[in-house]
């Protein structure tokens, strides 16, 4: 497909544990950001790169956030010693551009920390 | 701080009626504030966009209505319709960053 995919679409793991997640961008779209919604609630912002660099990562809560865009496509957000309040739908988005315009989101990475 | 105030927090709508949500906001250097739909379990997907030079924009049977002196803007939905039951979300940001603050969110049932 055309749009923005990640992965896992689930992923259970427990307290302390390491997780990564994926996203790929629609082809061509030079910014890319990370959302995390919690239930019941709008999309939080984390950290957006524009190419390979992050060009705000103000959101991100800890230190126990990272995250990567290597070759300025796919990006991994990576979760360290995960704790139960990180549960939530991580959101990754696509755009093109440099300006304000339209964020194009994936389905989410529903993360459950038990 | 929440930046960008979103109500109701649902509403439910009779088909062919007129659904209206409402957002305000507190910075006064947000100039770009889109509306987005989001299904259960999708991303959200962009509807409709307004920035604070107009006043008001339609496309369809959306519009926004945007006071910037009152610091508030709405979501209309003419004819509302059962395939329209999604949660809508407001945003804002500003000129120089790319981050959107959203609004917490209205859940809008359109009943047939």
């Known amino acids: 497909g055309a749009g923005v995919s990640q992965t896992p679409s689930n992923k259970v793991t427990e307290k302390g544990k390491y997780v990564e997640l994926r996203c790929d961008p629609i082809?061509?779209?030079?910014?890319l950001y990370w959302y995390r919604q919690s239930l019941g609630q709008g999309p939080e912002f984390l950290i957006y790169?524009?190419?390979?660099?992050?060009?705000?990562d103000s959101g991100l809560p800890n230190d126990r956030f990272f995250a990567v865009r290597p070759e300025g496509s796919v990006s991994t957000l990576k979760i360290q010693r995960t704790e139960r309040g990180d549960s939530a739908v991580y959101l990754c988005?696509?755009?093109?551009?440099?300006?304000?315009?339209?964020?194009?989101f994936g389905e989410g990475s529903r993360l459950t920390v038990l | 701080q929440q930046q960008v105030k979103q109500s109701p927090q649902s509403l439910i709508v009779q088909k062919g009626g007129i659904s209206i949500i409402n957002c305000a906001y507190e910075n006064t250097a947000f100039d770009y504030f889109p509306w987005y739909q989001q299904f259960p379990g999708k991303g959200p997907a962009l509807l409709i966009a307004i920035r604070p030079d107009v006043s008001e924009k339609k496309e369809g049977r959306f519009t926004i209505s945007f006071n910037k002196s009152a610091k508030q803007f709405s979501l209309h939905i003419m004819d509302s319709q059962p395939g329209d039951s999604a949660t809508y979300f407001c945003?804002?940001?500003?000129?120089?960053?790319?981050?959107?603050?959203f609004g917490s969110g209205t859940r809008l049932q359109v009943q047939p």
């Open positions: 945003a804002a940001s500003k000129t120089g960053r790319r981050a959107l603050t």
């Open positions: 082809s061509g779209h030079t910014a």
């Open positions: 988005a696509s755009s093109v551009g440099q300006g304000a315009g339209e964020l194009f």
């Open positions: 790169f524009q190419g390979t660099g992050a060009a705000d």
